[in-house]
DNA sequence: AGACTAAACGGACTGCGGTCCGGTTATATT
DNA sequence: AATATAACCGGACCGCAGTCCGTTTAGTCT
């Protein structure tokens, strides 16, 4: 009998939470596991649509789900890891836009004119989706460091070199990010009822006399 | 008998959560709550000095200070209330230093100035604080309504507006605001090992290209 | 087909923040 | 001093996220 019995694909590396990333599973995995998997996104969009992001418990997903509570955890890790699978698709979207989509968001257009333009793109992607981007923001260490948030702060940063700022792209890339946090702009818009338009008009101010001013 | 039987002091207005502002009660207190309260807060810096905020549980809490839980909750109104009154002394302070102090940081030195020196000193607030302040962030909801938050956000505004700033002043000082967040500063510093000095520094570049390039 | 093993499963369990309500106590009135 | 009452107190209780571990099942090897 052969001591080390080789398994084909199992699950990647680590320990838990296999990856919380897109739809199918990375490499193959047990059929009841996908089933599962399906079952849970698709309760759980149910139930976001029906109730909002923060009607989304896990006992009540495992329980319309029909399956237990463990397994919920066991597919997506957390709570948090659960509303990033289900925004992965949104996410993709956005980010092919402004990696590869036509200008001026996508390359082809003056780097100062992308700026202002992905601003515009992120703001109303925020007021789309930022319920549950807020609800996906996992244990406030890994926040930043989530891939899509990594990929959109080299792209602003990117931006800015294109743009001609030298001094500290890279941390002059999180202010301006923070402008656009999902936390911000929902509370901007829903408490004091700033305007979408008056949003982006004001980015492009902030932009345009970061990248001109120096 | 008196059927409108007159309480002098009585708590505050509304329902719940009296005042968790500053130290001593608004107005007159009965003796066992004020005890109860000073012994509370006693207990609460105790625990966060030993342990870090995030050990400080509502349950523990009560224990220590040998009171109820509920007496926790009455004093306090949840635990984001209790970290903003142990922060309150703090906060008075700074606040304190941008209103009323010596220049720069305080009145006297033309705008830009002020917003260069303001923002270094909160940089070095919140790398002290930071931690506190973020466990004080209460329902999201309200996180930016709160009243430091608002005088804060008014301050910005203001100097914006000193410095000649025209455009929406309001939101430019949102964003601003944005990139001094105790979330974005403290993992940049904790993750990234940005140095406080290129905090400030870069600071000293966004706000001076936002004044300038208009 | 039958046996074997790693993986998936599910629900009981923990610790947390927050609420509630019956019992207790401080203070004003007589 | 006795009484009345409003505020205070405490801990049982709830719903939640997340963990653990004994049980079941899918896929493989003979």
Redesign the pocket.
């Known amino acids: 009998?052969?001591l080390i019995?080789?398994?084909?694909?199992?699950?990647s590396g680590g320990g838990?939470?296999?990856e919380h990333g897109a739809g199918p599973?990375a490499e193959?995995?047990?059929?009841?596991?996908?089933?599962?998997?399906e079952l849970l996104l698709c309760a759980a969009r149910e139930i976001v649509e029906e109730s909002g992001a923060d009607?989304?418990?896990?006992?009540?997903?495992?329980?319309r789900?029909?399956?237990?509570?463990?397994?919920?955890?066991?597919?997506?890790?957390?709570?948090?890891?659960?509303m990033m699978a289900l925004l992965s698709g949104a996410e993709a979207e956005f980010q092919g836009r402004f990696m590869f989509g036509p200008p001026p968001v996508g390359p082809g257009a003056p780097p100062l004119d992308r700026l202002v333009a992905v601003g515009a793109a992120r703001i109303s992607w925020v007021l789309e989706f930022g319920e549950l981007a807020r609800a996906a923001d996992?244990?406030v260490y890994n926040r930043f460091d989530v891939p899509p948030a990594v990929l959109w702060h080299r792209h602003l940063e990117m931006l800015l070199r294109e743009a001609g700022v030298t001094a500290d792209p890279w941390l002059l890339a999180s202010f301006l990010g923070a402008a656009l946090e999902p936390e911000l702009l929902l509370h901007s818009v829903q408490v004091h009822g700033i305007s979408p338009d008056r949003l982006a008009q004001t980015w492009r101010e902030l932009v345009t006399r970061m990248v001109g001013g120096g």
Chains 1, 2 share one sequence.
């Open positions: 009998m052969s019995p080789i398994r084909r694909g199992a699950q838990r939470a296999a599973a193959s995995e047990r059929r009841d596991a996908a089933r599962n998997r009607a989304l418990t896990m006992d009540r997903l495992a329980q789900a029909g399956v237990g509570k463990g397994t919920v955890f066991r597919r997506f890790g957390s709570r948090a890891g659960l996992a244990s």
